[in-house]
């Protein structure tokens, strides 16, 4: 059983070198793989969303729109820079290139121009904004690293204010919306 805590506590010096050493028992341990996991995802999804950004910010004529992709750069951005320390700590690195996901939908958009192509990203981001409140909600939740959950309930705000945003815009383009999730705050 000891030699089971050292092994873990070890493991997660290795993931997490220069953080003090959090993880004594297996429930830490896999709370510090679920941290490192969030991390990847968060990452991944600001790369896309940075990269769908730049695609409204060519096509839209919308001046709302192009408020709102360069606010998705921007912030996106900073969320990346902000989780530097943590990717450190973790070993992850942020990615290169955008998602398969966020690729098929940018080939999606790609094709559209004017209110048809507006629609399509605005419906996209408010979608995607729902599914990734939810998950900075279920990281603040669970994870047992202060630091990090301080970073994490940071990110919340930022990614609620898009949901915001975007929930905004598509009301006024007539498309639905679903209800912004409880904070987790």
Excluded: C, W
């Amino acid at each position: 059983m000891k030699l089971t805590a050292l092994a873990t506590t070890l493991a997660l010096a290795a993931i997490f070198p220069s953080a003090p050493v959090f993880a004594q028992t297996p429930d830490q341990a896999r709370t510090a793989h679920q941290d490192t996991e969030f991390l990847k995802a968060a990452n991944q999804g600001s790369v896309d969303e940075i990269d769908l950004a730049k695609v409204a910010l060519k096509t839209s004529d919308d001046p709302e729109v192009k408020n709102f992709a360069q606010m998705m750069i921007d912030d996106h951005t900073k969320l990346l820079d902000d989780m530097k320390p943590f990717d450190a700590e973790a070993g992850v690195s942020i990615p290169d290139h955008p998602s398969a996901g966020a690729e098929a939908t940018r080939l999606k958009l790609d094709v559209l121009t004017g209110k048809t192509f507006d629609k399509a990203y605005i419906k996209d981001m408010v979608e995607d904004h729902h599914k990734v409140v939810e998950a900075f909600i279920k990281e603040d939740k669970s994870t047992g690293y202060p630091a990090f959950k301080d970073a994490v309930a940071s990110g919340e705000k930022v990614v609620r204010h898009h949901l915001e945003v975007a929930d905004g815009l598509a009301k006024k383009d007539g498309l639905p919306t679903a209800p912004v999730p409880a904070s987790g705050m």
